[in-house]
């Protein structure tokens, strides 16, 4: 597996992560390709292809702060989930930070959205039931209620009120065209 970080809509690999991206994640939950155009130009920002050979076997798209690692979107080929290339993927990509990992999960209902949830457990993710909102992706889209998984440990409710007051801004307030 090779990670490789693009910088431009215009880069290989893109099309067919953006794809993946379109298919994985409902309207709500992702950006327009304009504004993820915008977002790609943030030195904090990062917008990782898994390839194997020339296949792109999946993304990471996370941003990289001082005192911490947000992880926007994860997903891999739907043709290849259930075979531990997202675990293989998420573990490499947890040994390379040397901060705590955050994420967002949807609220833990039957079925995928609470295997998704356990998957994330086995990986070392705690998850933190504090209230959270994601603030809209895209016009004509509300506040999304969610949960935040941490790694490697359980963070407090005014740790949630720091990420919210001092990352929010940076990662959604800029987002919507």
């Known amino acids: 597996m090779e990670y490789s970080r693009l910088s431009s809509i215009n880069a290989p690999h893109f099309m067919e992560a953006w794809q993946l991206y379109e298919s994985s994640f409902p309207q709500e939950e992702r950006r ?13 920002y990062n917008f ?4 194997s050979g020339d296949s792109v076997l999946g993304f990471i798209l996370w941003w990289e702060f001082k005192d911490m690692v947000f992880v926007e979107h ?3 080929s739907p043709e290849l989930r259930g075979q531990g290339h997202g675990k293989t993927i ?12 955050i994420l967002e999960v949807e609220l833990p209902e039957p079925g995928i959205k ?11 993710f705690a998850l933190n039931t504090h209230n959270y909102v994601q603030p809209p992706m895209q016009k004509g889209c509300g506040e999304l209620p969610l949960f935040l998984m941490s ?11 720091y990420f ?3 990352y929010h801004p940076l990662i959604y307030d800029q987002g919507i065209l």
């Open 74 to 76: 994860f997903a891999t």
């Open 114 to 124: 609470e295997r998704r949830i356990a998957f994330y457990e086995r990986l070392g």
């Open 32 to 44: 327009t390709l304009e504004v993820q155009e915008k977002i790609m130009k943030n030195t904090e």
């Open 164 to 166: 919210v007051d001092n």
């Open 151 to 161: 790694y490697p440990e359980k963070f407090s409710k005014e740790f949630v009120a």
């Open 48 to 51: 990782e292809v898994i390839l």
């Open 90 to 101: 998420l573990q490499e990509f947890l040994k390379r930070s040397q901060r705590p990992v």
